[in-house]
């Protein structure tokens, strides 16, 4: 590599080793990349940066944001909790299982691991400690729990691959579906033998009715994923525009038919938006600045000709890749695992001849795991938070989980169609 491309990689990690936010840590490397490269214009930047705000594509991010708040502000964690409980409340570890499945609905209305952990923990976990589970124990299941918020549609971080390396968004959202549910049944099934080797008390029996009850309260929530991923497939509308609808609904069922908020309650919620979306929108351009000067130094080039040397297939490739974005879980933030390494690694998975979605469906879902994962996992920091239980009880009370999610990890890499056959259905 030339002098700019070492600028830009070393930048990089001594800036963020250095406790350098990752924007900052973006911009400063591609500027200084820049800087000592004669052959680029110092403007550049600018028209880099333009460039990479200006994408219909990227409204969907503040607007599925928006939609998470005002649902998780709108009761309608507790109505999916309730629902929950009635579901699979009565099987041994019932409160346990409930935290998960909640969850997973959750997941499918916000978009975000960290506020599916916040919204769901908040609730579950004083539920789960009164009723004599441990309290380690239950703050780590609200924290595996909550990884499922950016697999399951609507997901910010699918629809950020997506933009940042070209693959349909469209298809990326219809892929995490199956992905999800089969990762929040495993789940489910190991909360369960848990909760039998150790005698975790048992709930209440199974009552039809109040099955019903609760599912007639909750439906408003649960049909959320369905309009929005009906409208973009039955094409009334775009994942862009189908963010803006997702708005549009959360205010309709939180204002009118929940009556949990008000309009005077919007204004606030709004404001925490905004600056959530600002700062994000702000990684997202300094990250394209920095993936688009990847690819001008033939980065990608270089580390294909590495994985090639490595790698004697596509499923050789696909292994170092889980074994890859386990190690940058553990010590990296999803959003600057996404902007870093997805330019790098998508091509070079198009050159081993791996699906596009598929392999966007794999890198997220180990990216969602790594929210989980000691020591910097993100969603383990929330219910640590919540529960007031230090981080390494908490993530020794992980690890079985954790194990499971990486047995899911293999299985979606080896196995395409549970990510493909989806988005190739509603293709035809």
Do not use: H
Not at 93 to 109: E, M, N, P
Not at 324 to 347: D, H, Q, Y
Request: charged content about 10%; aromatic content about 10%; proline content about 6%.
């Amino acid at each position: 590599m030339g002098t700019a491309e070492t600028v830009l990689i070393v930048t990089l990690f001594i800036a963020m080793l250095a406790g350098v936010p990752i924007t900052w840590s973006l911009g400063l490397a591609s500027t200084l990349s820049i800087v000592v490269n004669i052959r680029l214009p110092i403007t550049v930047i600018s028209q880099r940066l333009f460039t990479g705000s200006d994408s219909f594509s990227m409204l969907a991010i503040p607007a599925f944001i928006l939609a998470g708040d005002i649902m998780s502000k709108g009761g309608l964690s507790k109505r999916l909790v309730d629902f929950a409980n009635s579901l699979v409340g009565w099987i041994a570890g019932g409160v346990s299982l409930v935290s998960l499945v909640a969850c997973t609905f959750f997941a499918a209305i916000s978009g975000s691991s960290v506020a599916t952990t916040a919204a769901i923990g908040g609730l579950m976990y004083p539920e789960m400690v009164k009723r004599g589970y441990p309290k380690d124990y239950s703050s780590a299941i609200q924290a595996i729990g909550g990884t499922l918020g950016i697999v399951i549609p609507p997901s910010i971080v699918l629809v950020i691959y997506g933009n940042i390396t070209g693959v349909s968004v469209a298809d990326l959202l219809m892929a995490g579906i199956i992905p999800g549910i089969i990762c929040g049944i495993v789940l489910c099934i190991m909360a369960y033998f848990i909760a039998k080797k150790q005698n975790f008390p048992k709930e209440e029996k199974f009552v039809p009715k109040k099955l019903a009850s609760t599912f007639k309260e909750a439906i408003w929530a649960l049909i959320m994923p369905v309009i929005i991923l009906g409208g973009i497939y039955s094409g009334v509308f775009t994942p862009t525009e189908s963010a803006a609808i997702a708005v549009f609904y959360g205010i309709i069922v939180c204002v009118f038919i929940y009556k949990e908020l008000t309009f005077k309650d919007l204004w606030p919620i709004m404001k925490e938006t905004a600056k959530s979306s600002a700062n994000l929108m702000m990684l997202v351009v300094t990250a394209q600045l920095f993936g688009w000067l990847i690819t001008y130094y033939r980065i990608p080039v270089y580390v294909t000709d590495g994985f090639m040397a490595v790698a004697s297939g596509p499923y050789m490739f696909l292994i170092l890749v889980n074994i890859l974005l386990i190690i940058a879980g553990m010590f990296m933030e999803v959003g600057a695992t996404n902007l870093i390494l997805a330019p790098i690694l998508a091509p070079i998975a198009v050159a081993f001849g791996v699906d596009p979605v598929q392999f966007g469906m794999v890198f997220v879902f180990l990216l969602a795991m790594g929210q989980a994962t000691p020591p910097f996992g993100t969603t383990m920091f929330v219910a640590s938070g919540i529960s007031k239980e230090p981080v390494s009880r908490v993530a020794r009370q992980i690890l079985p989980f954790t194990a499971v999610q990486i047995g899911c990890a293999l299985l979606f890499s080896f196995v395409p169609i549970l990510s493909t056959w989806l988005p190739s259905l509603v293709n035809r």
